[in-house]
């Protein structure tokens, strides 16, 4: 699965993306946030928030309870502000 990730998270992550083996379990956005902050300090730092977090599946925005089945990718997005 190609994860990527954005301006801030991107920042404390140090990688504009990656390739990951998800491990079995991790079946929806919440589980792969969890994982993902487990994997790290940066990690944790950038996703420690969860809430605050946008998430897109395949390039479409999607909640935290979405399922991971047969995703290809999964982009991370600060909360964005604008006018």
């Given amino acids: 699965m190609k994860?990527?990730?954005?301006?801030?998270?991107?920042?404390?992550?140090?990688?504009?993306?990656?390739?990951?083996?998800?491990?079995a379990g991790i079946?929806?956005?919440?589980?792969?946030?969890?994982?993902?902050?487990?994997?790290?300090?940066?990690y944790?730092?950038?996703?420690?928030?969860?809430?605050?977090v946008r998430v897109a599946l395949d390039h479409e925005h999607a909640r935290h309870d979405a399922s991971l089945a047969s995703v290809r990718e999964v982009a991370f997005f600060p909360p964005m502000t604008g006018g």
């Fill in 44 to 52: 944790a730092d950038a996703l420690k928030t969860p809430q605050l």
């Fill in 27 to 42: 079946g929806t956005v919440a589980d792969l946030i969890g994982w993902l902050e487990s994997r790290g300090e940066n």
């Fill in 3 to 23: 994860l990527a990730y954005f301006a801030s998270i991107r920042e404390r992550i140090g990688l504009a993306e990656e390739d990951v083996s998800v491990p």
